[in-house]
């Protein structure tokens, strides 16, 4: 089977009902990314930056996987599927992907807020317990904190994220403006040659120069025409290689 590597970002949810944070609008309009996405913020005022990602976590209750995500999914029966996600939203796995590499997070784990990134401190929160309150410890006794890479922080998943890009068959960018590093970097280790699909309704700047096949819909629409392209190539194919065959006969 193909390699299939997915890069989604906040596009990819917004159809769910889920707040984008860079357009008019939206999250960053509302809550300074000083305040609430960074370290320094939260070493400020903890008890803000725990309320928004409750916020965040109760909205994430009340919304459902988009027909985007379903579709993604579905493509597992065709292809070895990877999603390497900048959402923070359990969207993708709620539809059925069964590979799926979060490089900012996951906002129904939480964490310590001494050693974030140890995978003993980091827990899932059922969704009856969406809310964390100051004063709720970590085993190592610190605060438990939201388990998100915030601005300034290292990104833990990215080596993992370019190992699987560079063995990309097929490369798709859904729903991102390719704005946020280190995750707008993974384009440039797609092996040459590799077909590479942008599906987002706005037009996105491609930096690195190689040929992206553009589908300006959103990510339900775009998903549909995606797959209905590639079909449409694939049977191409096989129809020159079975005219090719007969005329060899």
């Excluded at 320094?40 to 965040?56: C, M, S």
């Excluded at 995500?69 to 069964?98: C, K, M, P, W, Y």
């Excluded at 384009?187 to 590479?196: D, E, I, K, Q, S």
């Excluded at 819909?217 to 049977?235: F, T």
Aim: net charge negative; with cysteine; charged share 20%.
């Amino acid at each position: 089977m193909k390699n299939l590597v997915i890069l989604t970002g906040a596009g990819m949810s917004a159809e769910s009902g889920i707040s984008t944070f860079r357009d008019a609008g939206g999250l960053w309009d509302r809550y300074p990314v000083e305040q609430v996405a960074t370290p320094e913020g939260y070493q400020r005022d903890p008890a803000l930056v725990i309320n928004f990602y409750n916020e965040r976590r109760k909205q994430l209750l009340e919304v459902k996987p988009n027909r985007g995500h379903e579709l993604l999914a579905e493509l597992e029966q065709e292809f070895q599927v990877t999603v390497i996600t900048q959402n923070v939203d359990n969207l993708h796995e709620r539809a059925g992907s069964s590979h799926v590499i979060h490089l900012h997070g996951e906002l129904t784990k939480v964490t310590s807020s001494w050693q974030p990134n140890n995978p003993e401190y980091i827990r899932e929160l059922k969704p009856e317990e969406y809310e964390v309150h100051i004063g709720d410890l970590a085993p190592d006794g610190s605060q438990l904190r939201p388990f998100i890479v915030w601005f300034g922080e290292a990104v833990p998943m990215i080596e993992t994220a370019v190992e699987y890009a560079e063995k990309a068959d097929i490369f798709v960018i859904i729903g991102t403006s390719l704005n946020v590093y280190p995750a707008a970097g993974l384009l440039n280790y797609v092996p040459a040659g590799v077909p590479v699909y942008l599906i987002d309704p706005k037009q996105v700047a491609i930096a690195s120069g190689r040929k992206v096949h553009v589908i300006q819909k959103g990510a339900s629409e775009g998903m549909a025409e995606l797959k209905k392209c590639y079909w449409r190539k694939e049977n191409k194919q096989i129809l020159s290689i079975f005219v090719s065959t007969l005329e060899t006969i």
